[in-house]
């Protein structure tokens, strides 16, 4: 199952509204590609069939495993968009997810581990104090250690108030830290020789329900006072989990204080972890909706390949058996595989491009950041979905063939599945986005961002783009009557918290549509100035498809959001 890096379709998506160095975007890409094509992609099945192990507390990931990691963090990629001040990049976001979408494509479940660290690295710049970041923050941007986040306890998962997990002052700055946690990626590995874990636990006096979290630092070995790894912490590994897919991702069950308590130390303000702790979740909720736009695209090219070469009956107007490509019905899952696939990386770069505005801080970084946060949720849910669904399509377009394992097809189908449940499932991503983000008062960013879907309707036309012209146009008063219908039901919560998935898929295909018909606006534009170039060709084609195919169903999914939830009858 080989694996090309779409360094010209992600190059073509971040020039489409520029500001990037050309020259630097193209040496970054370029490298990264070739590191994923030729270490990391050869690993993933091998990985998948003979997984991470467990034995006495120790995990041992697939083999090679080890020194591709370290090769892979020598190189620096783990600190493409890290600060500089601590040895990273100072890249952008989009630069980084760039990367982090060969990582994964190339083989997902070795690239979660990084996506932990590099989150840990943005909770701990903003929220740690001088002395943690001091001595942490180098080892981790280097990659040279990794980090976790320990939120799931057996009692609590999504319900993050049920948290039982204790911690006690020391009496010396530290604190002591108690319970167990479950579903922890790379909890323990054999990959560096440091561990840092990000423990949510509460204290004596804390108030209950998630307003009485807080968040510490805890090493799997203390450092010395040379700030390398010393003894050994009260933190241990109890087993991991048989999962139907990321086999080579160890995800830990973690006992901390078996042993009188482990040693940790608070990150941020008492009872203020979760706010902490969301800076971490942020980063790696873009990039779980990255995840699944990063499958799409490797389930998309191992069908294509496979329908090129695969030979079954007689295409319309044939003489010999021809290749499953030329069956319309193919070619129509295969469009509808790279359509999703571009408009799923439409929607995360244009919010790793806000995320690029606010950080720097000029003018407009608060506008930014608001649309930061709106589109979020939208990437992690519907880059995931999108995921689910192309690699559905591709074992489809296997057949039989995809249904057993020796494809390859299954292994991206059963990767993929975990993307809408773990990093807050997507119904909590669909009521984050509708209550705390559409519905918050005084905010108008929806309805900004209808406004510019409809102007870009108006600059499809003016290209000469009448089909995408007529998509955009008419999906922005959907959205705009969708979201009027959802203001003035504000008081029903139960109809809302039922109508807020639905609408979730509504606003990413009106989102996506839009930002489709920008990248064709520029690909048009190139045609006419002699730019005969595949990118162009198949930024006007997936924008018709979406236009065509998935653009059209707004109206229809625009009833769903609101039709009346039916009182369940489920049986006895």
Not at 163 to 174: F, I, M, N, V, Y
Request: charged content about 20%; overall charge negative; aromatic content about 6%.
């Amino acid at each position: 199952m080989r694996y090309r890096a779409p360094v010209d379709a992600i190059r073509f998506s971040l020039e489409v509204h520029g500001g990037l160095d050309p020259a630097l975007t193209e040496g970054i890409l370029e490298e990264a590609a070739r590191f994923a094509e030729q270490r990391l992609a050869p690993e993933n099945r091998r990985a998948d069939m003979l997984g991470a192990r467990f034995d006495s507390g120790e995990v041992t990931t697939p083999p090679g495993w080890t020194a591709l990691y370290r090769d892979w963090a020598e190189a620096g990629w783990n600190g493409v968009d890290l600060p500089e001040a601590w040895g990273g990049m100072g890249l952008s976001t989009r630069l980084a997810a760039a990367t982090m979408e060969f990582w994964t494509s190339a083989c997902m479940a070795f690239a979660l581990g990084p996506v932990l660290t590099q989150g840990a690295v943005d909770t701990l710049e903003i929220h740690g104090s001088d002395a943690l970041k001091a001595l942490y923050l180098p080892r981790l941007v280097s990659g040279e250690w990794t980090a976790t986040m320990n939120l799931t306890e057996p009692q609590a998962g999504s319900d993050l108030g049920l948290l039982r997990s204790q911690a006690e002052p020391a009496g010396d700055g530290s604190w002591r830290i108690r319970g167990s946690k479950i579903f922890i990626t790379f909890g323990e590995h054999d990959l560096t020789e440091n561990i840092i874990h990000l423990v949510l636990a509460r204290l004596p006096d804390a108030p209950e329900g998630s307003k009485g979290i807080s968040l510490f630092l805890v090493p799997k070995f203390l450092p010395d006072g040379d700030g390398c790894p010393g003894r050994r912490n009260d933190v241990a590994c109890t087993g991991i989990e048989h999962k139907l897919g990321i086999h080579g991702s160890p995800t830990c069950s973690m006992s901390f204080g078996q042993a009188g308590g482990a040693i940790g130390w608070l990150v941020g303000e008492p009872n203020r972890g979760l706010a902490c702790m969301f800076t971490m979740m942020n980063k790696a909720r873009l990039y779980t909706g990255l995840q699944g736009v990063a499958l799409a695209e490797r389930a998309f090219q191992h069908a294509l390949a496979f329908a090129r070469e695969r030979k079954q009956g007689r295409a319309p107007g044939g003489l010999t058996t021809s290749a499953i490509i030329d069956h319309p019905d193919v070619r129509r899952n295969l469009l509808r595989m790279r359509g999703l696939t571009a408009a799923g990386r439409a929607i995360a770069y244009r919010a790793a491009q806000a995320i690029d505005i606010a950080h720097a801080g000029g003018p407009g970084h608060e506008q930014a950041a608001e649309r930061a946060a709106l589109l979020t949720p939208i990437v992690k849910a519907y880059g995931s979905d999108l995921g689910c669904e192309v690699t559905s399509l591709g074992i489809q377009i296997h057949g039989g063939m995809g249904y057993v394992e020796e494809t390859g097809a299954a292994q991206l189908f059963r990767d993929a599945r975990i993307t809408p449940i773990y990093e807050g499932t997507n119904g909590i991503q669909a009521i984050d986005l509708l209550f705390r983000k559409i519905l918050r008062p005084g905010s108008g960013l929806a309805e900004e961002m209808i406004g510019e879907l409809a102007a870009t309707a108006e600059a499809a036309r003016s290209a000469g783009l009448p089909q995408l012209a007529e998509a955009c146009a008419e999906a922005a008063p959907v959205l705009a009557e969708a979201i009027a219908s959802l203001r003035q039901n504000a008081g029903a919560t139960e109809r809302l918290l039922g109508a807020a998935t639905p609408f979730l898929r509504l606003f990413a295909t009106g989102l996506a549509m839009g930002y489709l018909t920008e990248a064709a606006i520029v690909a048009e534009r190139r045609l006419r100035a002699g730019d005969s170039s595949a990118t162009c060709r198949q930024a006007m084609a997936d924008a018709c498809y979406f236009a065509g195919n998935e653009a059209a169903l707004m109206t229809g999914m625009a009833r769903a959001v609101m039709a009346s939830l039916p009182d369940p009858d489920f049986g006895p």
